[in-house]
């Protein structure tokens, strides 16, 4: 995912620089954060029914969906780095979904998803 980071607000005496090599006021540069972790929560993400998987490999994860009663499936997506969380319903057709993760990789970030 790409972002621009900018500070809310800038104390008085201080100046806000992008961290780069060298240091830049230009605050309009587009970083590249990397997907860190996806996962799947009955509703949206902000109820909090976040689902665990029914089977937790080492290099992958894998879960069977059955929504509660009028509700759907949420993917979301955080990425190392960010609080940012990008989320969305699944089609209801899904039903099964598989995470790869990269065991190499400190924290084994998701590498991949598929679904049917």
Not at 80 to 98: E, F, I, Q, R
Not at 100 to 113: C, E, F, I, K, L
Request: aromatic letters at 10%; glycine letters at 6%; charged letters at 15%.
């Amino acid at each position: 995912m790409q972002v621009t980071e900018r500070p809310g607000a800038v104390p008085p005496g201080f100046t806000a620089y992008s961290n780069e090599n060298p240091p830049t006021t230009d605050l309009s540069a587009v970083m590249t954060l990397d997907l860190e972790q996806m996962q799947f929560s009955d509703g949206p993400p902000e109820e909090q029914a976040w689902l665990a998987p029914d089977r937790d490999e080492r290099t992958w994860q894998g879960w069977h969906f059955t929504p509660s009663s009028g509700k759907q499936i949420w993917l979301s997506c955080s990425y190392t780095g960010s609080k940012l969380l990008l989320s969305a319903p699944l089609p209801a057709n899904v039903k099964y979904c598989k995470v790869t993760h990269d065991p190499s990789v400190q924290g084994y970030p998701a590498t991949g998803m598929t679904c049917q």
